[in-house]
């Protein structure tokens, strides 16, 4: 069975900084997923990523598969940023389903 | 997000009393999930189903039953429900090969 890290467990950043969010797991995987949780409680899936380098605006994920290991950053960040982000992967390798385990999150904090 | 709506959003009960709740898509996807969401853990599989009529446990399903009757509805059910179920339960759907969309959560408070 998979298994998830992420660090840091909690970050606060000032308006404008770069951010980085690591996540490493266990067992070899088809595709790695970033969420974020909204404050309010609401989840929205960022990104969906089997290798290299994904970009959506300010945000950029980016895995190594041979290490095991992906990263989110945020560049510019503002305090809308502020939110849970959670790692999530395949529970199993070649899991079935697409069922996931979730990482316990990092929660980020954007001061203006 | 993906036409996903759990109902109810917030409920109080007491101990040893069945709960039900609901999620009903519009997306018409095959794969919906219940988790639950508790301080100190992340996102916990409790059952999904991968069709109508087809379900399976996932990682924390003790003192929980599913039922999937209809594509767009998944019901999750406490028989007899004790205080280590206060939850946030989340329920998600998806396509094959695409991320899980997220309903808006469910707090029960089990008292």
């Known amino acids: 069975k998979n298994e998830v890290e992420q660090s840091p467990q909690n970050l606060t950043a000032q308006e404008g900084e770069f951010i980085t969010i690591n996540c490493s797991y266990s067992?070899?995987?088809?595709?790695l997923h970033w969420l974020q949780q909204h404050p309010g409680g609401g989840i929205v899936s960022l990104f969906m990523l089997s290798s290299g380098k994904k970009k959506h605006g300010r945000l950029i994920a980016t895995i190594n598969i041979q290490e095991k290991h992906s990263s989110l950053h945020i560049t510019a960040s503002h305090p809308r940023d502020s939110a849970v982000y959670i790692c999530?992967?395949?529970?199993?390798?070649?899991?079935?389903?697409?069922?996931?385990?979730f990482g316990k999150g990092t929660k980020l904090s954007v001061k203006p | 997000d993906a036409g996903i709506t759990q109902s109810p959003r917030h409920k109080v009960t007491e101990t040893g009393t069945p709960v039900t709740l609901r999620c009903h898509q519009t997306e018409n996807h095959r794969y919906m999930y219940w988790y639950r969401q508790d301080p100190g853990h992340g996102l916990r599989l409790i059952h999904y189903s991968y069709g109508v009529k087809d379900t399976d446990k996932g990682e924390v399903s003790d003192g929980y039953s599913v039922s999937r009757s209809k594509t767009e509805d998944f019901l999750l059910t406490l028989e007899s429900a004790t205080s280590s179920q206060t939850s946030v339960y989340f329920c998600?759907?998806?396509?094959?090969?695409?991320?899980?969309?997220f309903g808006d959560g469910t707090r029960l408070s089990i008292l």
């Open positions: 999530a992967v395949p529970m199993n390798y070649g899991g079935s389903q697409g069922n996931l385990i």
């Open positions: 998600a759907t998806r396509e094959q090969g695409l991320p899980q969309h």
């Open positions: 067992v070899g995987i088809s595709a």
